[in-house]
């Protein structure tokens, strides 16, 4: 894997809490956002293709109506 150094701009607090959490997890800042940089982008990929997935389902989902609703909302809550 090649990496690249990047230069962020911080709130000091949030750096110092941030620099804590990394120590009592046994790694470096770098690896803590390292980690939750590969976290993010995970779930993001996990959630766009399972998008995709429903999407396709939609598409070939058949529900009986043609497309065409019948009635209107008071009609289906009993209203």
Not at 21 to 32: D, F, H
Not at 66 to 71: D, E
Request: aromatic share 4%.
């Amino acid at each position: 894997m090649e990496y690249q150094n990047v230069t962020l701009s911080l709130p000091k607090d949030a750096l110092r809490k941030a620099k804590h959490i990394a120590i009592e997890r046994g790694t470096s800042l770098s690896g803590l956002l390292t980690q939750f940089l590969e976290d993010l982008t995970r779930k993001d990929e996990a959630y766009r293709q399972a998008r995709e997935r429903h999407l396709a389902m939609m598409d070939v989902l058949d529900l009986g109506t043609a497309g065409n609703l019948s009635g209107n909302r008071s009609d289906l809550h009993g209203r």
